[in-house]
């Protein structure tokens, strides 16, 4: 039976399909947006699991919880990771106790890291998982890890190498950056759901996720790239919106710009989307043998997520 053609999608009648690459606060954001616009069958998004890490004896996947909380609408939104109206019981008790409470896990989300911890000590892997949680949490677009084997973003520091929340969470991103390892990223293959969204796409969206811990690791695990690229800056006016992405370029010894973030991914752009604030750097973004797309990226609202999106999306139909 012939579908009716979606009118409104009248420039492309063939279904498109997209993947997303996202990371942390940022990234889920455009990711949410996205999946206002897209349907399921569009949509795909694959997620950074470097941040992933052992804690109180439970597996947690920050970046995982971030993109499905805030697609399902639980996410707090002062904070952006962890649930909405929480709770913090468990972790102050366990505090009490003389335990670590320096990773704030509140009282819904730990059921969240107790629930995938069991799972996974039942032999479910980590895709698996997350597809039952999406289904509870009434998501019903596909959210992928980037890859069912544990991968590991550690920081190499002044201080001597360090685990990424220990650098990111407990050390509040003081130390200064050397460099970048992605422990076990060499024997960690994409989920079979990611190599299949990938061969199908007609683009890959990277979102505005920090390049450096939440796109590399992507980038390293899923190896070979060969569709259009289209990377949304997560700096704007040489600053991030939030967490240590400009403070990483600085220690790194590059200036942080979107530039240096266009030039940062050049061997896989396409396209790149910079905020108003940084259109003086559009030319020397074209240089790169880059298109460019100008707009307003800053993403507070779900209306802000969609409308740039939108944007996002009519410029991949215009490449
Ligand atoms: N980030 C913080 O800065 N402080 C926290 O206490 C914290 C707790 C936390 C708990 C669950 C979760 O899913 C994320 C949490 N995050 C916290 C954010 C997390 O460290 C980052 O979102 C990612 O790892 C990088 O984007």
Same mark, same amino acid.
């Given at each position: 039976?012939m !579908?009716?053609?979606?009118?409104?999608?009248?420039?492309?009648?063939?279904?498109?399909?997209?993947?997303?690459? $996202?990371?942390?606060?940022?990234?889920?954001?455009?990711?949410?947006?996205?999946?206002?616009? =897209?349907?399921p069958?569009?949509?795909?998004?694959i997620?950074?699991?470097?941040?992933?890490?052992?804690?109180?004896?439970?597996?947690?996947? /920050?970046?995982?919880?971030?993109?499905?909380?805030?697609?399902?609408?639980?996410?707090?939104?002062?904070? %952006?990771?962890?649930?909405?109206?929480?709770?913090?019981?468990?972790?102050?008790?366990?505090?009490?106790?003389?335990?670590?409470?320096?990773?704030?896990?509140?009282?819904?989300?730990?059921?969240?890291? =107790?629930?995938?911890?069991?799972?996974l000590?039942?032999?479910?892997? =980590?895709?698996?998982?997350?597809?039952?949680? *999406?289904?509870?949490?009434?998501?019903?677009?596909?959210?992928?890890?980037?890859?069912? &084997? /544990?991968?590991?973003?550690m920081?190499?520091?002044?201080? %001597?190498?360090?685990?990424f929340?220990?650098?990111?969470?407990?050390?509040? *991103?003081?130390?200064? @950056?050397?460099?970048?390892?992605?422990?076990? @990223?060499?024997? #960690?293959? /994409?989920?079979?759901?990611? &190599?299949? #969204?990938?061969?199908?796409?007609?683009?890959?969206?990277?979102?505005?996720?920090n390049?450096?811990?939440?796109?590399?690791?992507?980038?390293? @695990?899923?190896?070979?790239?060969?569709?259009?690229?289209?990377?949304?800056?997560?700096?704007?006016?040489?600053?991030?919106?939030?967490?240590?992405?400009?403070?990483?370029?600085?220690?790194?010894?590059?200036?942080?710009? $979107? =530039?240096?973030?266009?030039?940062?991914?050049?061997?896989?752009? !396409?396209?790149?989307?910079?905020?108003? #604030?940084?259109?003086?750097?559009?030319?020397?973004? &074209?240089?790169?043998? @880059?298109?460019?797309?100008?707009?307003?990226?800053?993403?507070?609202? +779900?209306?802000?997520? !969609?409308?740039? #999106?939108?944007?996002?999306?009519?410029?991949?139909?215009? +490449?």
């Amino acid at each position: 039976m012939m !579908t009716q053609p979606n009118l409104h999608r009248a420039s492309s009648l063939v279904n498109r399909h997209i993947v997303a690459f $996202a990371g942390g606060v940022g990234g889920a954001k455009l990711a949410q947006g996205l999946a206002h616009i =897209l349907s399921p069958d569009e949509l795909t998004i694959i997620v950074n699991t470097g941040d992933d890490f052992e804690h109180l004896g439970l597996y947690i996947c /920050p970046d995982l919880d971030t993109v499905c909380y805030t697609l399902a609408g639980l996410a707090n939104p002062e904070t %952006g990771w962890g649930r909405m109206n929480e709770t913090w019981n468990t972790i102050e008790n366990v505090e009490g106790l003389g335990g670590p409470a320096w990773f704030r896990l509140g009282d819904q989300d730990i059921a969240t890291h =107790l629930e995938r911890t069991r799972r996974l000590r039942e032999g479910q892997s =980590l895709s698996q998982i997350t597809k039952d949680f *999406c289904s509870s949490w009434g998501i019903q677009h596909t959210i992928l890890p980037m890859s069912d &084997k /544990p991968v590991r973003t550690m920081v190499d520091t002044d201080e %001597g190498e360090l685990a990424f929340q220990e650098y990111f969470v407990h050390r509040h *991103c003081e130390p200064i @950056v050397k460099g970048f390892r992605f422990d076990g @990223v060499e024997g #960690a293959e /994409p989920t079979p759901g990611a &190599k299949e #969204a990938l061969d199908k796409a007609d683009a890959i969206i990277v979102c505005p996720s920090n390049p450096w811990v939440s796109v590399d690791p992507i980038l390293k @695990v899923i190896r070979k790239i060969d569709k259009p690229v289209v990377a949304v800056s997560p700096i704007i006016g040489g600053k991030t919106v939030k967490g240590p992405a400009a403070k990483m370029f600085n220690e790194l010894g590059i200036e942080p710009s $979107a =530039l240096a973030v266009a030039e940062h991914y050049r061997n896989i752009l !396409t396209g790149f989307v910079l905020d108003n #604030a940084d259109s003086y750097l559009e030319d020397d973004v &074209k240089k790169l043998d @880059v298109q460019t797309l100008v707009t307003d990226t800053l993403m507070n609202h +779900l209306t802000d997520r !969609t409308r740039l #999106a939108k944007d996002v999306l009519h410029f991949i139909g215009s +490449l």
